[in-house]
């Protein structure tokens, strides 16, 4: 299996792989709003109407020992999440009227997910 | 309860003025809002007197785990470790040979050794070995331990007092407080996101910008504004406010007509219970909601005199609000969600992590602009409305204990 690689069932997604996978907040927000807020919408129109179906079938991976495919769509996932003010309410990349972005400071959080390199049970 | 009353959130009855008789209404000077002697006051009556909220035990759960937290107010910095024998102690960060921090950052060691001449202090703050003790003159170890601070748990929430001997206990200065909150959830959830900014604005006036919602309308009118506000509560008026001593405690009701984005949506069926539209599913949570105030939304709990703790239907966030000058301070938060039983779960909680920071962001927006305005030199005073009742409460309650009043 290659790092790149999406469960079987969601290859329609390789296009987000592997630009917009990134493993912690502080990394998914500053993809976020580097990017143009039509790049927001296209990748968040594309996952949205997938996320209950990713969702349920990441539900019988468990969050220590998801092999790297699942990790790569559950990464996704996490930024539609990111990605989600931007387009639900401020149709812009950042938050429009705030302190300057350098002044605030996103700090680390312990990941809530552990990524097993290779599993026999997916992509058999 | 109080929120059934369309008066009291659409015409003009100020409910605080009557439950709060004693609470003036009148303009408030600017001077505890600007002025560095009145910080020193503060320092000496209140930030040498109270117990301050330091973090969560779960940041240290093993023998030797450690924090550092540095108090500009105080001009010192502590070290916060939990023992051999599973204690929570805090110590001076400071060396006894010649006051040289022992520890920095955070971590887990068996020892602290001070980086200077290699001074060794074991986890309990005794000292274990002073390098060439020989070349001393009468040095008595015995009494070189660390310098301890007073250090209690509360729920899980680690607190400090840097009196000598403090004046009331944890228990006694959380109050009411300790009662309403004592059966939330805190130890089934654990972090999931934590921010801070570092900005040009009074720890009051900053802390106020979080203790009231007055400000939803116009600072969240691109966000959660809708979730609070409509037809029913424009103004987002508070559905109750409690003033205890210092302490207070004011709950948010949710609009009931508020339409769930696709995120919301999915993260309310995926997830746990989770923020925008959770309180719709009536979920009974201990701790929470006291006066039973219908469409529950979330409680915002003060702890005098720096710290928030909000809790809600499957979550709580923490704020911080620690003075640098009059006019700057560091604020820190964090907020807690259960620990995710799956992929669903987790998708979900961030949802509410990346739509909590960008609302915390348009919070912060005003403070640094608030506090230029305050030091213009043309005002004198400001004004709170009925339903800023709690920023007058911090005011009040600050004025009389640097005026001497216990």
């Known amino acids: 299996m290659t790092n790149n690689a999406l469960p079987r069932g969601f290859e329609d997604l390789a296009e987000f792989v592997p630009d917009w996978l990134h493993a912690t907040e502080i990394e998914r927000n500053r993809f976020r709003v580097a990017q143009p807020l039509a790049e927001l919408k296209r990748f968040y129109n594309a996952m949205m109407p997938r996320l209950d179906g990713i969702s349920s079938f990441l539900n019988d991976f468990p969050l220590h020992a998801m092999p790297r495919d699942c990790a790569n769509l559950l990464e996704l996932a996490l930024m539609t999440m990111e990605v989600a003010p931007a387009v639900e309410y401020y149709n812009n990349p950042d938050v429009p009227e705030s302190v300057e972005y350098e002044k605030f400071d996103i700090l680390p959080v312990r990941q809530k997910y552990t990524v097993v390199e290779s599993n026999p049970n997916t992509n058999e | ?406």
């Open chain 2, 1 to 406: 309860m109080a929120f059934d009353s369309d008066n009291a959130l659409n015409g003009t009855a100020r409910i605080n003025r009557e439950k709060f008789p004693e609470i003036s209404t009148g303009p408030v000077p600017i001077e505890p809002y600007i002025s560095e002697e009145f910080l020193g006051r503060e320092r000496d009556m209140i930030f040498k007197r109270m117990w301050l909220m330091m973090g969560r035990t779960e940041k240290i759960p093993n023998n030797g785990d450690y924090f550092v937290k540095v108090i500009e107010v105080l001009k010192t910095s502590i070290v916060i470790v939990r023992g051999r024998d599973d204690k929570v102690r805090a110590f001076y960060n400071v060396c006894r040979h010649r006051g040289t921090n022992i520890a920095a950052g955070h971590g887990n060691c068996k020892f602290f050794t001070c980086k200077f001449h290699g001074w060794v202090y074991d986890t309990e703050g005794h000292i274990r070995h002073v390098a060439d003790e020989s070349q001393f003159f009468d040095l008595d170890k015995s009494k070189l331990n660390l310098h301890e601070v007073h250090c209690e748990l509360w729920n899980g929430f680690i607190f400090v007092n840097f009196d000598e001997k403090p004046r009331e206990s944890l228990l006694e200065q959380l109050g009411e407080l300790a009662v309403q909150l004592n059966d939330f959830p805190f130890p089934e959830m654990e972090l999931a996101g934590s921010w801070g900014a570092t900005l040009k604005a009074n720890w009051k006036l900053f802390q106020d910008a979080f203790q009231e919602g007055y400000h939803v309308a116009t600072v969240h009118s691109g966000t959660i504004n809708e979730y609070f506000t409509g037809k029913r509560n424009p103004h987002a008026r508070p559905a109750s406010v409690r003033l205890y001593k210092r302490n207070r405690s004011l709950t948010f009701s949710f609009n009931p007509e508020f339409a769930l984005h696709p995120s919301e949506k999915f993260a309310l069926t995926a997830g746990q219970a989770i923020s925008q539209g959770a309180a719709g599913l009536n979920i009974k949570v201990p701790g929470v909601n006291p006066e039973e105030n219908e469409l529950f939304s979330f409680d915002i709990n003060a702890i005098f005199p720096n710290c928030l703790l909000d809790t809600s239907v499957g979550f709580y966030f923490i704020h911080e609000f620690w003075p640098i000058d009059a006019h700057t301070t560091r604020w820190e938060a964090s907020t807690y969600f259960p620990k995710p039983a799956n992929a669903g779960a987790l998708i979900s909680q961030q949802q509410s992590v990346a739509l909590f920071r960008d609302t915390f962001r348009e919070d912060i927006a005003t403070s640094e602009g608030s506090q230029a305005g305050v030091m213009s030199g043309s005002l004198e005073e400001i004004n709170f409305a009925d339903s800023e009742v709690t920023c007058r409460h911090l005011y009040e309650v600050v004025t009389k204990l640097v005026d001497g009043e216990w």
